[in-house]
């Protein structure tokens, strides 16, 4: 009989976990159900960017059922109201779940630690639904008070607190500083009658980093975003006027609560032991609870470190301690002994707005630029692991494209978009000239006799050269050499523009980019490489012509159309540094560029192959299931 393995909460690791078992299962008999009280996977880590209108809510959500398409792995919507150990069923109002074997994987939620007002005063970031709330009652915030004539109203109401300067505090009051900049003009207030300020009880901002970084993220707040950085300041209470602290009160129609987290609120009844007022739930070594066949992962379950103290409740936790106990499970059912878990942290990232961010990787800090690609390839990481290419493009969609606070001049014209269809007539012309070129050669005898020397213009003689050359790509003419000053300018090397007196009245351009002094690397590699004899000459002439032909046709087609283009530029830059380019044929190079980004997805073939590849590659990563059909396979990414 199948051992039925039942997973609570599709967080991090309750997803790890899943895909783990799926994955290592092998033979054993297993029937693997996920259950979550949504439908959707949220990439929590983020909250702060669409809480701060960076990116659209869809751009942190993720369909749990595109995860786990093509694997064994029952993804169910339903919110689990009751755990019943002993006889190992949990249920909801509608249904009872039965298991052999239960993770626990509910995640946290937000510690108000029994401080009057903040439950019902403060709004939250927690949740999906939370950083939607946080965005709507900020923007209206602006509307009203951009209505409002009452000066003290108007003030309180563009007085913006966050409680808590860890983590995620300061994450999210750097996105609203940025996002308030464009709020101040689309509801025309002064940006000085907006006060942002980020309290906490602690001597200094991310206490968990290193003081340098935090010095350098307490710096960029106050000067550079102006915000009032208060510390050494404990809370003691909200209430509808604001939020109060010992020795004061900041009246604020906004105060985000980050300053603590507990065990999920869903886990409070649980009659499991904890760990400290955290109410983490107590783990062995292997993560399981007292009941040996409950496993507890993630931020809910209290695996501790060396110290007797439970690891951080951060995403390498979750991601390790979900991945060991699927192990562990999976060592119970084929009678091994249980493995230790351990978790080992990396590496954190903070972001404070859109360009400023510090980390530190394996305890070594790293610059500012290097942190803000180190955040992004982490969750393009984590991308590919649960959702592969679907979940990266759309990822970097919201992130590059969809990006609502733009700032920097380059960053709004890369942003503005276009449809694809417009590069499609430019697409199918440049295929079509790749393909006549190709077929010009087949029928002059390329893929027979040797044409190569002569079309490199390094044949025995000059007319030889001349008459073998295409139609439109030749050698240099050396004989009229004229330095242009565009192209100088353009390519910032030397390059030069001839007339082709020999062979035509055409103009031909040659970029000399390999020349150190008199000794030309590319003239040395043609002539000792490429023409080496005649076999070997024939061989890279065939190539070419079997690239110029696959070009042609991949543009054509719109097939794998970015590999295309990609080669064409490859083709054209080894003609221009070997032979020359007639400057009537340049634009073939900006129009290569130009359909990289995306020409096949409109009246081409990649509008299906690039879909249905990543359903080949989910099914195979995920399922280690070799497929080449599936239902609704060629749809487009959802
Ligand atoms: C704003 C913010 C920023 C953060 N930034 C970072 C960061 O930069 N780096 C980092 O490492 N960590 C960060 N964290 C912490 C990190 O997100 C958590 O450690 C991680 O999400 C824990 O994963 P988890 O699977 O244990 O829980 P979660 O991801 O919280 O998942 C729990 C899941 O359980 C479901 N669930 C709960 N109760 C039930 C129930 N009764 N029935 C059914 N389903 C249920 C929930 O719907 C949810 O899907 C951040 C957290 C927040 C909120």
């Not at 403060?122 to 004539?149: G, M, V």
């Not at 305890?363 to 649960?386: A, C, D, Q, R, T």
């Not at 030889?464 to 439109?472: E, F, L, N, R």
């Not at 024939?538 to 719109?558: A, D, S």
Request: aromatic residues 12%; charged residues 25%; glycine residues 8%.
């Amino acid at each position: 009989m199948a051992k039925k393995v039942l997973i609570i909460g599709a967080g991090y690791a309750g997803i790890e976990a899943a895909i783990t078992l799926n994955k290592k299962k092998k033979k054993d008999n297993l029937e693997i159900t996920l259950i979550d009280k949504n439908d959707y996977h949220t990439l929590l880590t983020e909250l702060h960017e669409v809480a701060g209108n960076r990116i659209p809510e869809e751009g942190i959500r993720i369909n749990l059922r595109s995860i786990f398409k093509y694997t064994d792995v029952k993804v169910v919507k339903d919110e689990i109201k009751n755990f019943d150990f002993e006889n190992k069923k949990v249920s909801s109002d509608n249904a009872v779940y039965d298991y052999d074997y239960l993770i626990l994987a509910m995640g946290s939620s937000p510690n108000y630690f029994g401080i009057p007002g903040l439950k019902e005063n403060t709004l939250p970031l927690w949740s999906y639904e939370d950083a939607i709330r946080i965005r709507e009652h900020i923007k209206n915030c602006f509307l009203l008070a951009s209505q409002e004539k009452d000066i003290n109203k108007k003030k309180r109401l563009l007085t913006f607190v966050v409680a808590g300067a860890g983590f995620t505090g300061v994450e999210m009051i750097g996105e609203l500083a940025i996002w308030v900049k464009s709020l101040c003009k689309e509801y025309d207030i002064d940006r000085k009658d907006v006060r942002l300020v980020i309290v906490d009880m602690l001597p200094r901002i991310l206490n968990n980093l290193k003081e340098e970084n935090s010095i350098k993220a307490h710096r960029y707040l106050e000067k550079k975003l102006k915000v009032e950085v208060m510390l050494n300041t404990r809370i003691t209470g909200a209430n509808e006027k604001g939020l109060t602290y010992e020795g004061g009160e900041i009246e604020a129609g906004t105060v985000i609560w980050s300053a603590g987290i507990k065990a999920a609120d869903s886990a409070d009844e649980l009659e499991l032991e904890r760990v400290n007022r955290s109410k983490r739930i107590k783990v062995d070594e292997f993560c399981r609870t007292q009941y040996e066949n409950v496993y507890c992962v993630g931020d809910l379950g209290g695996l501790s470190g060396e110290n007797g103290m439970p690891f951080a409740a951060m995403v390498e936790n979750a991601i390790q301690t979900a991945h060991g106990a699927a192990e562990n499970i999976l060592n119970d059912i084929r009678g091994k002994e249980q493995k230790k878990v351990t978790v080992k942290f990396h590496g954190t990232m903070v972001s404070v707005g859109n360009y400023f961010c510090v980390s530190e990787i394996m305890g070594k800090s790293l610059p500012v630029w290097l942190s803000i690609i180190m955040k992004f390839l982490v969750n393009i990481h984590y991308l590919w692991e649960i959702t592969g290419f679907r979940g990266i493009s759309r990822y970097l969609y919201h992130e590059v494209l969809e990006r609502r606070q733009r700032k920097i001049f380059v960053e709004k014209h890369w942003s503005t978009r276009m449809q694809a269809w417009w590069l499609t007539l430019l697409r199918v012309f440049l295929g079509g000239m790749w393909l006549y070129e190709g077929i010009v050669k087949v029928t002059e005898g390329w893929f027979t006799s040797p044409k190569l020397a002569s079309f490199l213009g390094m044949a025995s003689d000059a007319t030889s050269a001349a008459t073998g050359s295409a139609t439109y790509i030749t050698r240099i003419d050396e004989i009229v050499n004229i330095k242009t000053g565009i192209i100088n300018f353009l390519l910032g090397t030397e390059s030069r523009l001839v007339e082709g007196a020999v062979i035509s009245s055409q103009q031909f351009a040659k970029v000399d980019l390999f020349r150190f002094g008199d000794f030309s690397l590319m003239n040395w590699f043609l002539q000792n490489v490429v023409l080496a004899n005649d076999g070997v000459a024939m061989f890279f002439q065939v190539l070419v012509v079997i690239f110029e032909i696959l070009v042609g046709l991949m543009l054509l087609g719109g097939a794998f159309t970015f590999i295309g283009s990609l080669i064409s530029v490859g083709l054209l830059t080894m003609f221009i540094t070997s032979t020359g380019l007639y400057k009537d044929s340049w634009w073939m190079i900006f129009a290569s560029i130009a359909t990289m980004g995306g020409a096949g997805r409109a009246f081409g073939l990649d509008y299906y192959l690039i879909p249905w590849l990543n359903n080949v590659w989910e099914s195979f990563w995920k399922n280690r299931k070799f497929r080449l059909f599936f239902k609704h396979g060629l749809d487009r990414f959802d």
